[in-house]
């Protein structure tokens, strides 16, 4: 491909206005085309919109405009007591909500040096990747459905289901959750719920993982439409800040889980699966195995569950001073959240780090000389949710 002239400014391209689609010519005759993708498109998993500057059907570039779900939870967060902040913390990303909720409570407890008991810290874990296996599942689910796979929609949805419904047992809801405190856990599971997460594991390892990678990953046309697709070399990953999948998948072995410990982890066995060639097919390989190690995770922290309570004595009105950094290893990489305490009830200033937003900065840097039908591969496997892009 080579152009002749500088492709146009694509920001300028106003949908309201009706100008959705510009042609600018090329010498030789031949034109770039800048129209939207989105906001409304089904592959831009919430409302994204790409502004995309195509030579034929290659991409010559895609900038993302974003906004669409900015609820400004910063702000507000610095007017909540830290209690009310941390069920709103779940609408960030929502397919993640008991991460959201344990960078958010952590940061709280390191502030005031709370103690959380044992038990409630070996549920953190369990909850936590529980978390990532149903995130992943919806993943695995809706990037199939972007490629054209209907079934492995429907087979991720029926596992994600079993999901769903342990969470729902132990916090009362399926989706948002409201469940952790800080200083411990709202409540403790019930009875025989433990058993039915192992029998839920059991079925993922033996039935379910086996089944996704029969019906996609392992598929031709998936391999041919994945491989060689959006490659992210280790270096430029580490440059734009990239972590979780995005990062492994370029071939870092970097997780938050391992580098941080802010739960017990290490007391469990567990590798970090890695890419070899940072393209959409490792990206998706490293989620699948990921699966496995979240399963391999809850069945030693299942055995390590100790009785007793599961949540600190925590003063009535929480009032710290001094600011601080936490961060955790969501399902799409570090989740940050940074707090200026002043002494009130509120954090005086409220900052959320967000996987989604970094790695969505990635996506000129991966569509550029693909075609039209990758760009949907490629946003499918930075996985990012809009809500926590926005904030």
């Given at each position: 491909m080579s152009l002749t002239r500088e492709p146009v400014q694509p920001l300028e391209l106003d949908p309201r206005l009706g100008d959705r689609v510009r042609i600018e010519p090329l010498d030789g005759g031949r034109q770039t085309m800048t129209m939207s993708m989105g906001?409304?498109?089904?592959?831009?998993?919430?409302?994204?919109?790409?502004?995309?500057?195509?030579?034929g059907e290659t991409v010559v570039d895609a900038q993302p405009d974003i906004?669409?779900?900015?609820?400004?939870?910063?702000?507000i967060a610095e007017y909540m007591t830290y209690a009310m902040t941390v069920p709103f913390s779940d609408r960030n990303d929502y397919l993640a909500?008991?991460?959201?909720?344990?960078?958010?409570?952590?940061?709280?407890?390191?502030?005031?040096?709370?103690?959380?008991?044992?038990?409630?810290?070996?549920?953190?874990?369990?909850?936590?990747e529980l978390q990532r296996i149903t995130s992943h599942l919806l993943w695995f689910g809706?990037?199939?459905?972007?490629?054209?796979?209907?079934?492995?929609?429907?087979?991720?949805?029926?596992?994600?289901?079993?999901?769903?419904?342990?969470?729902?047992?132990?916090?009362?809801?399926?989706?948002?959750?409201?469940?952790?405190?800080?200083?411990?856990?709202?409540?403790?599971?019930?009875?025989g719920w433990v058993e039915d997460l192992l029998s839920f594991v059991d079925q993922l390892e033996r039935t379910y993982w086996p089944e996704f990678m029969r019906l996609l990953i392992d598929n031709a046309i998936f391999i041919r439409r994945t491989k060689g697709i959006g490659v992210l070399k280790p270096e430029v990953a580490v440059a734009y800040?990239?972590?979780?999948?995005?990062?492994?998948?370029?071939?870092?072995?970097?997780?938050?889980?391992?580098?941080?410990?802010?739960?017990?982890?290490?007391?469990?066995?567990?590798?970090?699966?890695?890419?070899?060639?940072?393209?959409?097919?490792?990206?998706?390989?490293?989620?699948m195995y990921e699966m496995l190690e979240s399963a391999k995770i809850i069945r030693q922290a299942v055995k390590e569950l100790?009785?007793?309570?599961?949540?600190?004595?925590?003063?009535?009105?929480?009032?710290?001073?001094?600011?601080?950094?936490?961060?955790?290893?969501?399902?799409?990489?570090?989740?940050?959240?940074?707090?200026?305490?002043?002494?009130?009830?509120?954090?005086?200033?409220?900052?959320?780090?967000?996987?989604?937003?970094?790695?969505?900065?990635l996506l000129p840097l991966l569509a550029?000389?693909?075609?039209?039908?990758?760009?949907?591969?490629?946003?499918?496997?930075?996985?990012?949710?809009?809500?926590e892009v926005d904030r």
């Open positions: 906001p409304q498109h089904p592959s831009t998993h919430g409302v994204l919109r790409v502004v995309l500057t195509l030579d906004g669409y779900l900015h609820r400004n939870w910063e702000k909500a008991i991460t959201n909720e344990l960078a958010l409570v952590q940061a709280v407890e390191k502030l005031t040096g709370i103690e959380v008991p044992e038990r409630a810290q070996i549920l953190r874990i369990i909850f936590s809706t990037f199939g459905l972007d490629l054209g796979a209907v079934t492995a929609f429907l087979h991720a949805f029926t596992a994600r289901e079993y999901c769903y419904r342990l969470f729902e047992r132990a916090t009362g809801a399926r989706f948002l959750y409201g469940y952790l405190r800080i200083g411990g856990m709202r409540n403790d599971v019930p009875d800040g990239a972590s979780g999948p995005v990062l492994r998948g370029s071939g870092v072995k970097y997780d938050v889980r391992k580098a941080d410990n802010y739960l017990p982890y290490d007391r469990f066995e567990f590798d970090i699966p890695v890419g070899e060639n940072g393209d959409v097919y490792d990206r998706a390989v490293v989620r100790p009785d007793g309570p599961v949540m600190a004595k925590v003063p009535r009105a929480i009032r710290p001073y001094g600011e601080v950094y936490h961060r955790v290893e969501g399902p799409r990489g570090e989740v940050g959240v940074y707090l200026v305490a002043a002494g009130d009830t509120n954090a005086y200033r409220a900052r959320w780090r967000s996987p989604c937003f970094v790695h969505l900065q550029r000389g693909h075609l039209v039908a990758d760009v949907v591969a490629i946003i499918g496997s930075i996985d990012i949710v809009l809500g």
